[in-house]
């Protein structure tokens, strides 16, 4: 156990990498661990009991590295597990220690993009099934319509760099219509998957241009600064060294690195951690 108390950051994957890489720039100094479970990844076709067991289970490896607290950088996981952990877990011997997801935060501001109030929410199947976005936005912006579209195929296309290749124009734009078909009135589409940033111009270039894109890095990071003010006994308890540590669940390191590098936008080097 170390003597610092860093910020825990984790996803299934790569894909909180670039909600790190927000929360880094927004929040410089203080100590952060990523821990990616990419060994099980993706997250997005598991089931409810599965990812709540998955994402608990590396909850508390980061609370074990002294992390008094660890945000969610994953849709799915925030969809399908952060409620349980916050209702169940917490209380059963970790009441000290606070778990946050993207989705709430996200959900509290994007009704303010729309001018229409009609907006679009493109995520992994988990996501869209649990309807965390539906229930969460209209407690927020109860005038505003919200249409999901599941688009499996992109995560698997992002993580094996198939993504800014030409082949992966025919998913992207068979996504984009299905979501689209639902209204003509859309003028707004959430990334509700960290991954997404990686082929948001792509995405854009398949969209007419009264329609924006949102991503949740500097949303998410942005309430996190916002928590972390309203929360002084938390903020007080994190050490600020400018450390960063990478963790991941796969043996191959050097891949994850590889990958890693991409999303984040800076060299990362990892360690690892069977589960």
């Keep these: ?23 880094a720039d927004q929040l410089p100094g203080y100590d952060y661990i990523y821990f990616g479970d990419n060994s099980r990844a993706p997250y997005g076709n ?23 607290l660890v945000i ?14 916050q209702q169940q877990d917490l209380p059963n011997g970790y009441a ?18 729309s001018s229409n109030k009609e907006i679009g929410i493109l ?34 296309l992002i993580e094996n760099g198939e993504h800014d290749k030409p082949g992966a124009d025919y998913f992207v734009k068979q996504y984009l219509d ?24 792509k995405i854009k ?21 916002d928590y972390l003010k309203r929360h002084p006994e938390i903020e007080q308890q994190l050490t600020k060294n400018n450390d960063r540590r990478f963790f991941t669940t796969t043996d191959d390191t050097d891949d994850f690195d590889k990958q890693a590098s991409m999303f984040f936008n800076e060299e990362v080097k990892s360690g690892y951690v069977a589960v």
Aim: charge should be positive; aromatic fraction near 10%.
């Design 205 to 225: 270039n398949y969209l007419p241009e009264n329609i924006q894109v949102i991503a949740q890095g500097d949303i998410v990071a942005k309430s996190l600064t």
């Design 96 to 113: 000290d220690k606070r778990v946050l997801g993207v989705i709430r935060p996200t959900a509290e501001v994007i009704g303010n993009y």
């Design 1 to 23: 156990m170390s003597s610092q108390k860093p910020i825990g950051i984790f996803d299934s994957g790569y894909g909180g990498l670039t909600v790190f890489r927000s929360i």
């Design 123 to 156: 995520g992994t199947k988990g996501t869209v099934q649990s309807e965390s976005y539906l229930l969460e936005i209209a407690k927020f912006f109860p005038e505003v319509k919200a249409y999901q579209q599941a688009c499996p195929l992109w995560v698997p």
């Design 72 to 85: 969610l950088a994953c849709n799915t996981a925030s969809a399908k597990a952060l409620r349980t952990i």
């Design 178 to 201: 299905g979501i689209l078909g639902k209204s003509n009135s859309i003028d707004t589409l959430l990334l509700a998957c960290t991954h997404y940033p990686l082929i948001q111009e």
């Design 46 to 68: 598991r089931s409810f009991k599965n990812i709540h067991h998955y994402t608990w289970e590396c909850v508390q490896w980061l609370f074990k590295q002294d992390c008094p």
